[in-house]
């Protein structure tokens, strides 16, 4: 099996073409991992994602510093994985935010049943309040594999 480096390029790609990562973040020197979808905007170099108000909201508020991790899996020999470095960015309701706001959901809607999972109900409970956000790509790695084939 071969493991390439992916360039600055071929990772951006990736990430043009999936909506699921899982997003780290840390609280008191303790980690936690979650998946989330994601839209990629290249103009801006950031994701853009949105989730009811919990641990990854309440966590993220008071440490922005994050790392997403994506995946592409065909099988245990064919896979590519693509590492975002970045910083948290809640986009709030207000003026001065309307334009991003307004961007973010316009890409959102780009995706069938785009409000799936972070709009979704958990057990008997609605979710009411939404909270939308963007990762600021500070860096950016990747790996693919592939097997040899002789």
């Known amino acids: ?63 922005p510093k994050v790392c997403l991790e994506i995946e592409d899996v065909e099988d245990q020999f064919h896979w590519t994985t693509v590492v975002v470095f970045g910083r948290y960015d809640e986009i709030d309701d207000s003026p001065e935010r309307h334009e991003i706001r307004h961007r973010a959901l316009h890409l959102f809607q780009q995706r069938r049943e785009w409000w799936l999972p972070g709009g979704a109900r958990v057990g008997d409970r609605e979710q009411h309040a939404i909270v939308v956000y963007r990762i600021h790509i500070d860096s950016i790695t990747g790996r693919r594999a592939a097997r040899d084939r002789d």
Do not use: I
């Open 1 to 63: 099996m071969l493991v390439h480096e992916l360039t600055s390029a071929q990772c951006r790609d990736v990430l043009s073409r999936t909506h699921l990562a899982r997003l780290a973040c840390s609280h008191a020197d303790q980690p936690y991992v979650v998946p989330v979808s994601f839209t990629y905007d290249a103009d801006l170099n950031c994701l853009f994602s949105f989730s009811a108000v919990g641990k990854k909201v309440h966590w993220t508020r008071e440490n």
